[in-house]
């Protein structure tokens, strides 16, 4: 399955996709920084980061999309334009009718590492190994971007065509 | 000109239209709150929103966008799914091509009462009073929608129009 996952953020937004399947290393196929200009007004700043969404979600055709999600006790400052940023991203998914799945920065880290607390530098390396880079992605951004698909391969993935198969048993709702 | 202000929320977001020009009382022209269950997942809800957003401006056709503008300080628990909510409703806007300005919600409350610190039933009865509706707008954040457009009509409408000539005048931006 193709992942691709989305660090979201207002100023610099991470994404990465990964080909894989669950418990075996998985395949980069792209990552990008999708940058606005602080300077800019919000709506500009949304719609570009909605269409480079849109586009890379159209020329990578993945299976799925993995989003970061967002808690109110980060940075206060820079909160409200990731949340803005990570409804953008989720959006951009589901507008293209795919599955979208948020994953908190813990599940992210257990799953890439081992360890919830895992640290940026750690995550970095993980990336770098599990993908097998010459060198770490940068910048973290892109790491991060990811790791969010490398979790979703290896735990959203089965979740959420389990999930699916059990909607399906169910009758599906339609809505 | 006519203003869609928006009231962002993701379980219960307001939308309220109305005519106007500045220092002139307004008109209704509509108002809706669009809806989305918490019982479903969150790209279905952003998705709903977005598509309900997107055709009332296209069934609306307004000048201009106005969205209360989302702090970190407000309900906890609920904040990230109003800035969420919020940015959707910001790129529905731009994604339109249309002016969008965001306010505080004092900002609103001193355009539409005189205060700035004016308390919801205040709100309403002035919103019903400057459109002459017969009765309050129901729900609430209905009212609350239409007091951003009547803001906008009042003070950022003849704003936008001035940083527009601004602009224009300092040869433009075309990002």
Redesign the interface.
């Given at each position: 399955m193709r992942v691709l996952g989305v660090d979201p953020g207002l100023t610099r937004c991470g994404v990465g996709v990964v080909e894989g399947v669950p418990g075996r290393p998985c395949t980069l196929v792209a990552y990008y920084v999708v940058h606005t200009?602080p300077e800019?007004?919000?709506?500009?700043r949304?719609?570009h980061l909605?269409r480079s969404l849109t586009d890379l979600v159209a020329e990578h055709r993945p299976d799925a999309v993995a989003v970061e999600r967002?808690?109110?006790q980060h940075n206060?400052r820079t909160?409200?334009g990731t949340?803005?940023?990570?409804?953008?991203a989720?959006?951009a998914?589901?507008?293209a009718g795919l599955?979208?799945q948020?994953y908190t920065p813990s599940e992210v880290k257990a799953a890439v590492t081992g360890s919830g607390q895992a640290d940026k530098a750690q995550m970095t390396m993980m990336v770098t190994r599990l993908l097998r880079l010459p060198e770490p992605p940068r910048p973290a951004d892109a790491a991060d971007a990811l790791a969010l698909a490398i979790c979703h391969v290896w735990r959203g993935g089965t979740r959420s065509k389990l999930a699916a198969a059990a909607e399906r048993a169910r009758g599906g709702r339609t809505?």
């Open positions: 200009d800019d007004e919000l709506p500009l949304l719609l909605d967002v808690f109110s206060v909160v409200m949340a803005q940023a990570s409804g953008i989720v959006l998914g589901a507008r599955p979208v948020t809505r």
